[in-house]
């Protein structure tokens, strides 16, 4: 029963972690095109400080706390001998990577010190997409 409740937590976290992973790069398509100092980019810069702190960062550490959990269940070494977990892992420090990115990206923007364009973060916008994607068939399917 502890394994179908870590498991169902591990899954809401990675919902909230992702719904977030897929908006905050969106918010960055549109507060790209805004002049700085505009009341809009000044709501632009709360709203994303707020996604990223309140909802991103908590459901990506929550994610983390939960697989992990996920895996000791299961037992370390049984998991670490599936190569679809091994690709699995290297997706997932891929997402870490991205978030890391954003994180960076949303700083640039609270200090008006953004050069990317908006076609850049429309771009960056379907990384995590792709991201999970992999993620979800490696972790159900287990193709190896």
């Given at each position: 029963?502890?394994y179908?409740?870590?498991?169902?937590?591990?899954?809401?976290?990675?919902?909230?972690?992702?719904?977030?992973m897929?908006?905050?790069?969106?918010?960055?398509?549109?507060h790209?095109?805004?002049?700085?100092?505009?009341?809009?980019?000044e709501?632009?810069?709360?709203?994303?400080?707020?996604l990223?702190?309140?909802?991103?960062?908590?459901?990506?550490?929550?994610?983390?706390?939960?697989?992990i959990?996920?895996?000791?269940?299961?037992g370390?070494?049984?998991?670490?001998?599936?190569?679809?977990?091994?690709?699995?892992?290297?997706?997932?420090?891929?997402?870490?990577?991205?978030?890391?990115?954003?994180?960076?990206?949303?700083?640039?923007?609270?200090?008006?010190?953004?050069?990317?364009?908006?076609?850049?973060?429309?771009?960056?916008?379907?990384?995590?997409?792709?991201?999970?994607?992999?993620?979800?068939?490696?972790?159900?399917?287990?193709?190896?």
């Open positions: 029963m502890e179908l409740w870590v498991k169902a937590l591990h899954i809401i976290s990675i919902i909230a972690w992702m719904a977030g897929l908006y905050l790069p969106r918010l960055y398509v549109y790209a095109s805004l002049a700085v100092g505009s009341e809009a980019s709501l632009f810069k709360t709203m994303e400080r707020r990223l702190r309140y909802i991103i960062n908590p459901a990506m550490i929550a994610t983390w706390v939960f697989g959990w996920l895996v000791t269940i299961v370390f070494h049984s998991i670490m001998a599936e190569g679809w977990f091994h690709a699995k892992l290297t997706l997932l420090v891929l997402m870490q990577i991205t978030h890391a990115l954003l994180a960076r990206y949303r700083r640039n923007f609270a200090n008006d010190r953004n050069t990317k364009s908006a076609k850049f973060y429309r771009i960056l916008n379907e990384v995590p997409t792709v991201l999970m994607i992999g993620i979800v068939i490696l972790a159900v399917v287990k193709p190896f």
